[in-house]
């Protein structure tokens, strides 16, 4: 059933997105909590534990999120060419850039940490550059994931050519929806548009 299928993809785009957002975060905050206490073995743990969780988990959910989501979209009938959506691309592109960028500085990060660690010595200067890199990636793939959280909530019209076009009656688009969301969708159209929606669950 299309329901079924869209509530899969549904499941997994969020699991995917919380993958990404909140490994990323949690695995940043713990790598540089070991940074701040200047500790080259606990900067050698921390960077370890981040480059293995990047593979293990942000990387399939850096795959399934793009997928899923344009799966989303078609299903729902939006074009893929609206302007919340290409904006969403093009962050999106930015911070897995970032990300990318990030992950082998953690891997220098971790070189440098665990060279400290076994020549019994300070930190290479080298050490510091890496680090200060790797917060500014960081920083730029977290500002355009909140971005794009913001842009799938609120789906804005942002160049003037009319965010709800392909959701009008003859676009398919929310009579998909309604497919997957089991709900009845009334128009009133073209003078503005008006969506009634009736639950039509089993009641108790």
Not at 80 to 101: D, F, G, K
Request: glycine share 8%; with cysteine.
């Amino acid at each position: 059933m299309i329901s079924d299928a869209y509530l899969a993809l549904k499941l997994l785009h969020i699991l995917s997105a919380v993958s990404l957002f909140g490994i990323g975060v949690g695995t940043a905050f713990h790598l540089y909590v070991a940074h701040r206490r200047n500790r080259p073995d606990e900067i050698a743990a921390a960077a370890n534990s981040a480059v293995m969780a990047d593979l293990l988990f942000t990387l399939p959910a850096a795959i399934v999120q793009p997928v899923t989501g344009i799966a989303l979209v078609l299903i729902l009938g939006y074009r893929l060419s609206e302007s919340w959506l290409v904006a969403a691309y093009v962050l999106y592109a930015i911070a897995i850039a970032c990300w990318v960028a990030a992950f082998f500085l953690q891997h220098s990060i971790r070189a440098f940490a665990q060279a400290a660690v076994a020549d019994r010595s300070a930190l290479p200067p080298g050490y510091a550059k890496a680090m200060g890199g790797w917060v500014a990636l960081g920083w730029a793939a977290l500002a355009c994931f909140l971005v794009i959280f913001g842009l799938m909530t609120f789906k804005p019209d942002m160049i003037g050519l009319g965010a709800l076009a392909s959701n009008r009656p003859e676009s398919g688009g929310w009579q998909r929806a309604a497919l997957c969301s089991n709900i009845d969708i009334s128009y009133v159209y073209p003078i503005g548009i008006s969506y009634g929606y009736q639950d039509n669950s089993p009641a108790g």
